[in-house]
């Protein structure tokens, strides 16, 4: 009599599997790579929580009263509030094989499969972080646009304004569109001749998947993974550090036999990861289609 081992049963799953799940999910993330990932670091490999601190005391500096006269410095006692992210979602994604079927897959299959992992995975980190009403681009309290109706230029520029207006730096903004409303964006003629010249000759590969030309201060991004409103979809126009993510690790593959269920052969995907909403102000939900 002999057992199956972790030896044969890793003869159909390479290890592989984990870093190219990994690849996949990190293709298919438009919105999830558009926030802030500074603090991820902190949590790879332990943790589960990163304080975030405000930086409040970067709004304002202090003058000379005299210039070219000495005088005693004022110092701040700086009281510095700070936002927690957590991590506390998982997301997984899992097949079953008979084990009569494994020596009768095809090449091809595996690599579907893969991608299939991590795609899903990607999916839902992008679906999470889309409509969450506390922590997500549900949550901004600052409203731009009419649902179910056309995103127009003046709607661009006022989310643009309101960025301004609470000293957002310029770069790393985005302006994150579903396929309806990137139509609605393509229709507004001087948005259209720049994304265009944006793209000319070939695509900026560095702005990743969904990325389809930069206007008035912000890189255009599509996500199908947008939330949803009365009739059509809840958009948004932020700077990045809007809101803080973080991914604990590569997506983990977990495999093993299961006897009970009828002899199968079974593997699962998974990842760990975090949102946390840090600066409001930064941040506007766009009404549209």
């Given at each position: 009599?002999?057992d199956?081992?972790?030896?044969?049963?890793?003869?159909?799953?390479?290890?592989k599997w984990?870093?190219?799940?990994?690849?996949?999910?990190?293709?298919?993330?438009?919105?999830?790579?558009?926030?802030?990932?500074?603090?991820e670091?902190?949590?790879?490999?332990g943790?589960?929580?990163?304080?975030?601190?405000?930086?409040?005391?970067?709004?304002?500096a202090?003058?000379r009263?005299?210039?070219?006269?000495?005088?005693?410095?004022?110092?701040?006692?700086?009281?510095?509030?700070q936002?927690q992210?957590?991590?506390?979602q998982?997301?997984?994604?899992?097949?079953?094989?008979?084990?009569?079927?494994?020596?009768?897959?095809?090449?091809?299959?595996?690599?579907?499969?893969?991608?299939?992992i991590?795609?899903?995975?990607?999916?839902?980190?992008?679906?999470?972080v889309?409509?969450?009403n506390?922590?997500?681009?549900?949550s901004f309290?600052?409203?731009?646009?009419?649902?179910n109706?056309?995103?127009?230029?003046d709607?661009?520029?006022?989310?643009?304004?309101?960025?301004?207006?609470?000293?957002?730096?310029?770069?790393?903004?985005?302006f994150?569109v579903?396929?309806?409303?990137?139509?609605?964006?393509?229709?507004?003629?001087?948005?259209r001749?720049?994304?265009?010249?944006?793209?000319?000759?070939?695509?900026?590969v560095?702005?990743?998947?969904?990325y389809?030309g930069?206007y008035?201060?912000?890189?255009?991004?599509e996500?199908?993974?947008?939330?949803?409103g009365?009739?059509?979809?809840k958009?948004?126009a932020?700077?990045t550090?809007?809101i803080?993510?973080?991914?604990?690790?590569?997506?983990?593959?977990?495999?093993?036999?299961n006897i009970?269920?009828g002899?199968?052969l079974?593997?699962?995907?998974?990842?760990?990861?975090?949102?946390k909403?840090?600066?409001?102000?930064y941040?506007?939900?766009v009404?549209?289609?």
């Open positions: 009599m002999a199956f081992t972790a030896t044969t049963a890793a003869t159909w799953l390479p290890e984990s870093p190219l799940a990994t690849i996949t999910e990190r293709s298919n993330t438009p919105l999830w790579d558009t926030f802030d990932h500074r603090w670091p902190e949590v790879v490999g943790g589960d929580t990163v304080n975030i601190p405000g930086f409040s005391q970067n709004a304002s202090n003058k009263s005299t210039f070219g006269t000495a005088a005693a410095l004022s110092f701040e006692a700086v009281t510095e509030a936002s992210l957590l991590i506390n998982m997301a997984y994604k899992g097949y079953r094989l008979p084990v009569e079927l494994n020596p009768q897959v095809i090449a091809n299959y595996t690599p579907l499969l893969v991608n299939g991590g795609t899903a995975i990607a999916l839902q980190k992008d679906t999470d889309g409509g969450d506390t922590n997500g681009i549900d309290t600052t409203f731009v646009g009419t649902d109706i056309d995103i127009t230029d709607n661009i520029v006022t989310a643009m304004v309101n960025l301004d207006a609470q000293n957002a730096p310029m770069d790393s903004r985005y994150v579903s396929p309806a409303s990137k139509g609605s964006v393509i229709k507004i003629e001087p948005a001749n720049s994304l265009y010249a944006a793209v000319l000759g070939s695509m900026n560095d702005k990743g998947r969904g389809f930069h008035m201060t912000f890189d255009f991004v996500s199908n993974n947008l939330e949803a009365a009739s059509g979809k958009n948004g932020y700077h550090e809007a803080a993510v973080a991914s604990q690790s590569k997506i983990s593959i977990e495999k093993d036999l009970e269920d002899l199968l079974q593997v699962v995907g998974w990842e760990t990861y975090g949102f909403k840090v600066k409001d102000a941040g506007n939900e009404d549209g289609k």
